[in-house]
Structures are given as structure tokens and as C-alpha cells.
């Protein structure tokens, strides 16, 4: 792999939102350390929720990019879903911890993102490809719309995050279904 390769446009956007992640989740889970001291909440909400836009935007910019130039590298593979499950994960445990996230609904989603994780790397090693699903790519982008409303205390967020819910365990048994039709299994 070249360095052309690995710093391509999309791969930099990727790894700007695997370093958006932390930054969000810092501004959401220490509103009351010293060197927030004299901002109100909302205000450190509402930078949370610029993080987590300006990151949301990385993963639509990095994959229109890498799939319009032809820019799609086996790193970009690994760092796109990598980045977007540390983003989402990030908005939503900040917000379970802040009382505005249901820890039921955090619990599945988290539950079904490593298990389905610990599958594509399975599905790897028997040199299958589980690539993200229409309803995957979905799922995702419920999730980012839902966080957003939560971040901001729109209403309708709650409803939201248990629709996100919903399409995380389907697409969830979506990947588990494809790789039992495909697997070799011994």
C-alpha cells in the first residue's frame, strides 16, 4: 500500500471523525469539570452537537469521494465503519449518561455493534465479504439523525432513538443471515 493509498481525501475524512468521536463525547460527559467552568450546559451541548454534525458530514463526504474518484483503499474499508460506530457510540453512551438516552435502547444498539463486528471479522477470515447493506447504511444514518435530535432536546429524539433501535437489530439479523447463507461453515 502506497501513501497515496493510505492519505487519500476519504481516508484523512474518516480519520477526522474517529478524532471528532472523543472530542464530542468530551464536551457531553465532563459539563462540569473546571474547564467548562462558567458555560452553561446547553451551550456544551450544542458544541457536541456541531462535533457530531461536522463528523456525520465526514462520512457522507468520504464515501461519495472515495466511490465517485475511485478512491476506495482496504484501509478506508477498515477506518469508515470503525469511525462511524465510534461516533455513534460516543453521542449515545454521552447521552445515556446524561439522562437523555434510554440505557435499554444504548444496550442494543452497542450489543448488536460488536456482535455484528465480531461476525465481519469472521466472515473475513474465511475470505468473505460482508460489506455495509442498504439497510446497514440506513440504520446509520437513523442513528446520526436520532443522536442529533437528543443533542439538541428536539422532540421527537426518543422516538427517534427507538426507531434507530429497530433498524440496528434488523439490519443486525440482515448481516447474521448472510453470513450463515454464505459461510463455510465446519
Do not use: C
Request: aromatic share 14%; hydrophobic share 55%.
Amino acid at each position: 500500500m502506497n501513501k497515496s493509498q493510505i492519505f487519500n481525501i476519504p481516508n484523512i475524512l474518516a480519520f477526522t471523525r474517529l478524532l471528532l468521536a472523543p472530542v464530542m463525547f468530551l464536551f457531553l460527559v465532563n459539563q462540569d469539570a473546571t474547564l467548562f467552568e462558567g458555560i452553561h450546559p446547553s451551550w456544551l451541548n450544542y458544541i457536541a452537537a456541531f462535533i457530531f454534525v461536522l463528523a456525520s458530514a465526514t462520512d457522507f463526504f468520504d464515501g461519495y469521494i472515495a466511490r465517485t474518484f475511485d478512491q476506495i483503499t482496504v484501509l478506508g474499508s477498515i477506518l469508515d465503519p470503525l469511525a462511524d460506530k465510534m461516533l455513534t457510540l460516543a453521542g449515545f453512551l454521552g447521552l445515556m449518561m446524561l439522562g437523555s438516552a434510554s440505557p435499554w435502547a444504548v444496550f442494543l444498539i452497542i450489543t448488536r455493534e460488536l456482535f455484528i463486528t465480531g461476525l465481519r471479522v469472521s466472515a473475513v477470515s474465511q475470505g468473505l465479504d460482508i460489506s455495509a447493506s442498504w439497510m446497514g447504511k440506513v440504520k446509520t444514518v437513523v442513528q446520526m439523525i436520532a443522536i442529533g435530535f437528543l443533542l439538541m432536546g428536539w422532540m421527537g429524539g426518543e422516538i427517534l432513538l427507538w426507531i434507530a433501535v429497530v433498524l440496528t437489530l434488523y439490519s443486525g439479523y440482515e448481516y447474521v443471515r448472510d453470513f450463515f447463507k454464505n459461510t463455510k461453515l465446519s
